[in-house]
């Protein structure tokens, strides 16, 4: 549907601060439909993410612009989790009534704060206003450019598993600011094989069960290549909770887990494509459908996934 | 993000209604994004639309299936106002808590159904839920298959301004059942050549108003060649309001407004590529930038816009 009036304001005000003309988005906001340059690619990918108050962010202690950062940000971590580059995207909002267009743009802002960062210019949008929390969603379009895309199913008994950064602890903050591992994605894909990736937005424990559900595997991580962030260790001393858990089961890190062939891990191991940012080898996949838990002291206990589910 | 378990058997309901394997979508539902194929076109188009309970359907007289499939259709028409072919969508969900998975079900038949009819298959999605009104959005890419994308911008004074169908009064129902004009667009854009086109979303004073903005130029309808549909007759017995203002300004008619010139007006009038659905020639593109109603009697009178905007 079209823009109504404040919305058209606003999409006049995102035109005029989005790059148009150039090669990639022959068409940007304003019409119908935006159009996408794809560089003779056959293929495109496509995903969508929505974010609700009180469910993935809380407005006590996020800013608007935050909010849409974080609200591109999930798509990209998409990408990324495919290895694919991003083309564009757009994004709507469900704004809360009585909330102001100066509030809109912080929101604009924040998503012109991602895109701007990993190239991926808001194409088009929607507004809605009613009495409703603030909604905020995207959909992006990404492209291969030269890399198959990773999918969750490749995973084979044998392979090594991979987890880029630090875990857990991430609503301290880093949820509303992380990093999408787009780049890191594509040169994990250009150095090895990788068999299966998925970016850990429920939590390691939680995304790991898709990735052994989707291939048909199991998984035994040790717990002492869990990296446990030092936020994961802040929650714990405010909650008890023992760090590791934290680590396993906290959700939104945003982080890569992935998995390659032996061979490729001892080349990752020897040698790793990313600069500044932590690769460990946190365990193996297995023959079998269960996933298992080393403990440091060498017990092996079964890895329920307890990453955070918000629909029953 | 990623499922969560509600959505994850929601997904596999889902997935397993959505013909898989099919070449144009070799990586369906599931993953972290799907994956199109585009036949070899270096162009895709991209789309978004948002609808909330309350604004653009009330669960009172409206079900959720019948909501799904608005959800897609306002997207589809988007296409249709660019006679593009659309190839496929990501749809989601932010549903009011306490409402159940049959009840979540009845949207995704929804949307399957407006997906099978229009060719267009789900192949991701995304849902939240909170304490909210019902909201559903979809985001859909289509393709230019051999017809250059028809923008807003390009009328031209002299030009004969056309619509399909009949107009107005869309709330008494025919806004939860429309179709989207996918099929009739391509006729058109096959059949003539499309100066500018939108699809009416906010009522046809306030797209054609869209549509002479983009394109620079002024307009003038004439009053007794504006399809008034039995639906506007109806609201305006109840109303009191005129039929024709119903026609004018009433919103989610969906039908197509474009423009072309003299000669394919001639062509169109003489022979409408379009069996079964009225085309009719309401009026031209002139100089400047005024709208202008020239009216039963002879007399011109500015010609508002007065669609709904529910944003402010």
């Known amino acids: 549907m079209k823009p109504h009036k404040g919305e058209w304001q606003l999409i006049n005000w995102i035109r005029n601060r989005t790059r148009l003309g150039c090669r990639r988005v022959p068409l940007g906001p304003g019409d119908d439909m935006a159009i996408l340059a794809l560089a003779r690619e056959d293929r495109c990918l496509l995903t969508v993410d929505a974010l609700v108050e009180g469910t993935h962010f809380d407005l006590s202690n996020a800013t608007p612009r935050q909010v849409g950062y974080k609200a591109l940000a999930v798509s990209l971590s998409d990408a990324a989790a495919m290895a694919a580059l991003p083309v564009a995207a757009v994004a709507w909002v469900a704004l809360p009534e009585g909330r102001s267009m100066a509030f809109a743009r912080e929101i604009s802002r924040g998503l012109a704060d991602a895109a701007r960062r990993f190239d991926c210019p808001i194409v088009g949008g929607d507004i809605v206003s009613g009495r409703m929390p603030l909604s905020v969603g995207t959909a992006l379009v990404a492209r291969e450019a030269g890399i198959r895309p990773v999918r969750r199913s490749g995973a084979r008994p044998g392979d090594a598993l991979f987890v880029t950064g630090d875990l857990g602890g991430s609503l301290l903050g880093r949820h509303l600011s992380f990093v999408p591992r787009v780049a890191e994605a594509r040169r994990l894909a250009r150095a090895v094989r990788l068999h299966a990736m998925i970016d850990l937005s429920d939590g390691l424990s939680t995304d790991l069960a898709h990735l052994c559900e989707e291939s048909g595997v199991g998984a035994e991580v040790e717990a002492r290549a ?5 936020n994961a ?11 590791l858990a934290h680590a396993l089961d906290d959700g939104e890190d ?4 992935f998995a390659v062939g032996p061979k490729d891990a001892k080349r990752l191991l020897a040698r790793s494509p990313l600069k500044g940012l932590r690769l460990s080898h946190i365990g193996r996949i297995i023959k079998g459908r269960r996933m298992t838990l080393l403990g440091m002291d060498g017990r092996r206990t079964p890895l329920e996934p307890r990453g955070w589910e918000h629909f029953r």
């Open 226 to 230: 869990v990296p446990i962030s030092r």
């Open 233 to 243: 260790r802040r929650a714990a001393r405010a909650d008890g909770r023992p760090p």
């Open 254 to 257: 945003f982080e890569l887990l």
